[in-house]
């Protein structure tokens, strides 16, 4: 159940929208660069075919990824670990750190992905599937079935 406070749900057309330029797919199976032509309940339409939502780590302008710079970087252990997304949600690993995501919206926080990426950022705009967060001045939008931790850090 939604809590009252929370955004509207379209997070993730919305933010698609914004982007109107290649986008660059962070995925298990590596990145890419596409456009996305549709949005689909359990899918993405791009212009490299139909990619399922569940395989997507995270997303932003292809030509933003150079300047996240030290705000993203991977984190070799968890990486090894090789943890996907399990396509049964009550089968998947529970998020370790601060949940929910109005506790930390709009403060700094570190997010690592199941694959190992981490990225340190602001998270802006949050549904149950997804949220967008400022990383160095750039949009990314992270799928929350691939969010391995989230911790809130001190600003520096």
């Not at 302008?61 to 670990?81: F, H, Q, S, V």
């Not at 090789?82 to 998947?92: M, S």
């Not at 995501?101 to 549904?127: C, D, F, Q, S």
């Amino acid at each position: 159940m939604p809590h009252p406070n929370d955004p509207p749900p379209a997070v993730e057309a919305d933010t698609f929208d914004r982007f109107q330029a290649p986008v660059l797919l962070v995925t298990y199976e590596g990145n890419k660069k596409v456009n996305i032509t549709g949005i689909e309940k359990f899918d993405l339409l791009t212009s490299a075919g139909t990619i399922p939502k569940i395989n997507i780590v995270f997303s932003l302008l292809a030509d933003a990824a150079d300047k996240l710079g030290a705000a993203l970087y991977m984190n070799r252990e968890i990486e090894e670990l090789e943890l996907r997304t399990h396509r049964d949600p009550k089968k998947r690993k529970k998020v370790r750190g601060v949940r929910p995501m109005r506790k930390i919206a709009g403060k700094k926080v570190k997010v690592t992905m199941r694959n190992g990426h981490v990225l340190y950022g602001t998270p802006m705009e949050y549904n149950q599937f997804n949220f967008t967060m400022q990383v160095r001045e750039q949009l990314v939008l992270v799928y929350r079935h691939a969010v391995y931790a989230v911790e809130i850090v001190e600003e520096s």
